[in-house]
């Protein structure tokens, strides 16, 4: 571990709000709006970091922990992503299982959080996110599996530095349905539109948001703040498995910077393009996505 | 060998497509897809050697299991006014987790038999036995006549993939006879489909259980 190793997480922790931003300008482009900032997301922090918090009488301190406990969680899970060839700041054989884990902590306090307010929307919306998530892991699981027998190491940082050009000419069917598996993933874990839509307020039909309605001020800021990280650490392994090494320090780090706010406006692209899902539906897709990636790992155990 | 292992898996993408999807119009169309693909394949597998038989068999596979199926199956779906419902036995998601599985096993198989060296690819022989299997765990987990004929092309594609790979060795005549055998036995199959329905107001073949002497 080198000092350059702090860059990914610094990038991470100061660019993430931007993400969310580069969605929403790419969908106010595809409805003929001008949009809001790019730095709204960083305004609205600004905003709710000054404001106070109400908590109902029924909630206990798991409530107030919740939020606190999951930006926590989801601070750790970016120090594992490297940075397109950049090693990331925690690197250790078989790292993946703890970032797979810490994302899990993350919505488990959420959940928590979200029964302990004894709202029956938010119990709902808490099955729902435990639901699609039982079905989301093992596909994230596998398709980092996959990665690791491509590259021949357990670690996420030599994953992503030994993945490069060379796998795809030789194995690009398997790379490719890692690809669209991560991806999926990547929409379904920041409830992004074919699972779930962030801008509904119809409480039937939300997942993430629901479970967070009851959240003010500063831990509201927490929330929002650490849906940003997974949403950067998230697009983090797809830029890895595209971006490849140029040798130049400065490219290194301008590529996969470059990369991650274009899987924003992919992502932006997606929500304009497509209608939410049924939720009876949303399940399939989420286990074609794991089966996608248990494909790839059965072909790429038979080269 | 890329095209090939392209080819390949999407003959496998396809078949899991199958097993999840709930519509017998995108079923027959996949089915297609899936015919059209195999067709361009004893051309990609023998590039090198290219002849008029491997150019004869991709032309008639692909307007036989491309065209004449599609039409014949559509026609069949219109004049039987088969629902577009799929009715399972195992449901969507469960047969998508079989699929998997079944590739498991398909690719542990391969390993323990002896498959000839002269395979045009390492994955040729698990994705042939993967679509034998697929096809035939759609035509006992799938309660319509018309889903089972598909599971049938399914399990014809299969074979029929198995023997492109070993085309050097086998000769066409035989290739031809298993498309000629397949396409009658469709043929039969649509017209049966047809003929249950105009005697009875369903073609469920669960409902066959209780017929008793």
């Known amino acids: ?303 | 060998m890329i095209l090939t292992n392209l080819i390949l898996v999407l003959v496998v993408l396809t078949n899991l497509k199958l097993l999840g999807s709930s519509r017998i119009g995108s079923s027959i169309r996949v089915v297609a897809a899936q015919g059209v693909v195999l067709g361009l394949l004893p051309i990609l597998a023998h590039v090198h050697d290219l002849s008029l038989r491997f150019t004869l068999l991709a032309i008639g596979t692909v307007a036989i299991k491309g065209v004449v199926f599609p039409w014949f199956l559509f026609r069949a779906v219109r004049e039987a006014d088969v629902a577009r419902e799929i009715e399972p036995y195992v449901g969507y998601v469960t047969s998508l987790l079989s699929g998997v599985v079944i590739l498991a096993v398909s690719f542990w198989m391969c390993q323990r038999l002896p498959v000839p060296e002269t395979l045009a690819s390492s994955w040729l022989a698990p994705v042939a036995l993967f679509s034998i299997f697929a096809g035939l765990f759609l035509i006992i987990s799938r309660k319509r006549a018309l889903s089972q004929v598909l599971g049938f092309l399914v399990l014809e594609n299969g074979v029929y993939t198995f023997g492109v790979g070993l085309a050097p060795q086998s000769s066409l005549l035989v290739e031809a006879g298993v498309l000629l055998d397949v396409f009658v036995a469709v043929f039969v199959m649509g017209i049966t489909i047809f003929h249950i329905n105009r005697e009875f107001d369903h073609i469920n073949t669960e409902k066959l259980n209780t017929l008793k002497d």
């Open chain 1, 1 to 303: 571990m080198n000092f350059l190793s702090i860059i990914p997480f610094l990038l991470a922790i100061t660019l993430a709000p931007l993400l969310p931003g580069i969605i929403n300008r790419t969908k106010a482009l595809f409805a003929g709006r001008r949009g809001q900032p790019f730095l709204q997301t960083y305004f609205d922090l600004w905003k709710l970091l000054h404001k106070g918090a109400v908590y109902s009488h029924t909630t206990t301190w798991l409530f107030r922990a919740g939020p606190m406990l999951g930006l926590a969680a989801v601070l750790v899970a970016v120090a594992l992503v490297p940075l397109g060839n950049f090693p990331a700041l925690i690197a250790f054989p078989a790292d993946f299982f703890l970032f797979a884990c810490l994302l899990g902590l993350m919505r488990f306090f959420t959940v928590l959080a979200a029964l302990d307010t004894g709202s029956s929307f938010e119990g709902m919306g808490a099955s729902r996110e435990v639901f699609f998530s039982a079905l989301t892991e093992p596909a994230l699981l596998v398709a980092l599996a996959t990665l690791a027998r491509q590259a021949g190491n357990l670690s996420l940082s030599a994953i992503f530095s030994q993945v490069s050009g060379g796998h795809w000419l030789q194995a690009g069917p398997v790379m490719a349905l890692v690809l669209i598996a991560l991806m999926i993933v990547l929409l379904a874990e920041n409830s992004r539109i074919p699972v779930d839509d962030p801008n509904t307020h119809l409480e039937l039909t939300m997942i993430h948001e629901v479970m967070v309605l009851d959240h003010g001020g500063l831990d509201f800021a927490f929330i929002l703040y650490g849906a940003a990280l997974k949403l950067w650490a998230l697009s983090a392994l797809v830029v890895g498995m595209i971006v490849p090494d140029t040798g130049a320090v400065w490219l290194n780090l301008v590529l996969p910077v470059g990369g991650m706010f274009l899987v924003a406006v992919i992502v932006g692209v997606v929500e304009s393009t497509m209608a939410r899902l049924r939720l009876l539906i949303v399940p399939q897709l989420l286990v074609g996505a794991g089966a996608l990636a248990a494909m790839a790992f059965l072909l790429g155990l038979n080269k």
